[in-house]
């Protein structure tokens, strides 16, 4: 920033408030990094038939176009496999190829293209032991692989030496599961261990974090519904990001995955770990409330959709802190009496009718939009 510039109410990157990232291995899945040097990636996974090549692409797409960074494909049948080539070179993002017991479609994700595999080596050395061979194509073919442990697959041995799917568990399958590919000086792998309490997650990722420099997936699984989900999995993501543990995350849900990649992408931007987009600061209402803020909310953030840049709109339903919020944010309004004044990066602007509220802090957000620049970073010239 040169002087002459100034900030409009976006935090700086990394936030002061949250630990340091755990350090941690760099990979690379294709051409996004990941590990404690780069940004923390959003992962979704596709929910078409893997083969039906023209589906899953448009909904990698749409993935895609929700702020998706690397995607995940299941692959549990040959003419999966032989999908993969054509969707890992078409795919705007990373593709994972997600295979549970069959190495021939390892080799052939790995020959595919794709630009990483999740697969448990347990799963493989019990039916064939392939995973010196694994190994050995992963390594020449530069592709990562992701071991995934989840409570509900926990293998057997484990459940009967813990009892049920501890933390400890968990712990001990992924670090078991890494070793078998270490053991061939395999070691660009990154680990979940997954659980559906978040309780059990956070301290199964905890005590991962401790143990090993291996970059961590995060994930609550069997989350539950878009609600429930949506809730478990910021409560456990934010407990872990909060310590710096977490290097991509996936937000499970019973939901399209489209909803996955908004959620995820909106937990990091909640704690400054993704530049934040369209914020919209709107109070929960009360007695004292001189306007319909739900609706005006809704219809607030439903005209900024889409919007790219990283505004902070306030809307307040009366003068109480109607006020001070729409003066913090870079455009506002506080409503009251049939009217609203509106507020740009904190001067009043102008008092409108109610029914003008909505038109007019949609076109002030386009004006204000159009004098950011490309990469949204909220920076004016003050000359
Ligand atoms: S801004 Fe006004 S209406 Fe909104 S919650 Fe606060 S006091 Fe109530």
Not at 164 to 184: C, D, G, I, Q, R
Not at 347 to 366: F, N, R, S, Y
Request: hydrophobic share 45%.
């Amino acid at each position: 920033m040169t002087s002459g510039e100034v900030l409009l109410g976006m935090p700086s990157l990394p936030p002061p408030t949250l630990s340091e990232r755990r350090k941690t291995r760099q990979l690379m899945v294709g051409a996004v990094g990941v590990g404690s040097e780069f940004p923390i990636s959003v992962q979704s996974m596709t929910t078409t038939v893997t083969a039906d090549v023209n589906a899953t692409l448009q909904q990698i797409a749409e993935l895609t176009a929700a702020g998706c960074d690397i995607v995940r494909v299941a692959c549990p049948s040959q003419d999966d496999a032989e999908a993969l080539p054509a969707i890992a070179r078409k795919s705007q993002i990373p593709v994972i190829a997600d295979i549970h017991f069959q190495p021939k479609y390892v080799f052939a994700a790995i020959e595919a293209g794709c630009a990483a595999v999740r697969v448990n080596p347990g799963n493989i050395k019990k039916f064939d032991d392939k995973v010196r061979e694994i190994a050995a194509a992963a390594k020449d073919h530069g592709t990562p692989i992701r071991i995934g442990v989840n409570a509900g697959s926990l293998d057997p041995r484990l459940l009967a030496k813990y009892g049920k799917a501890t933390p400890e568990a968990l712990v001990e399958s992924a670090l078991w599961e890494a070793s078998l590919f270490a053991e061939h000086d395999f070691h660009d792998i990154k680990i979940s261990v997954k659980h559906n309490d978040p309780v059990v997650m956070i301290r199964a990722y905890e005590l991962l974090a401790e143990s090993c420099d291996y970059p961590l997936h995060l994930g609550v699984t069997e989350a539950g519904p878009a609600f429930q989900g949506t809730v478990k999995s910021a409560v456990a993501f934010g407990a872990l990001l909060r310590q710096g543990i977490g290097d991509t995350i996936r937000v499970s849900l019973s939901a399209p995955p489209v909803e996955e990649v908004k959620v995820g992408a909106q937990i990091l931007q909640s704690l400054n770990l993704r530049p934040r987009k369209l914020e919209i600061v709107s109070c929960p209402s009360c007695g004292r409330a001189q306007v319909d803020v739900y609706k005006l909310a809704d219809e607030v953030t439903a005209g900024l959709e889409g919007m790219e840049v990283p505004l902070r709109v306030a809307v307040m339903g009366c003068v109480v802190n109607g006020p001070g919020e729409a003066r913090e944010a870079d455009l506002g309004v506080a409503s009251g009496n049939g009217k609203g004044q509106i507020f740009v990066h904190g001067k009043v602007i102008k008092t409108v009718p109610e029914h003008q509220i909505v038109e007019t802090l949609i076109e002030e957000a386009m004006r204000i939009a159009e004098t950011m620049d490309g990469d949204g970073a909220p920076v004016v010239s003050v000359s």
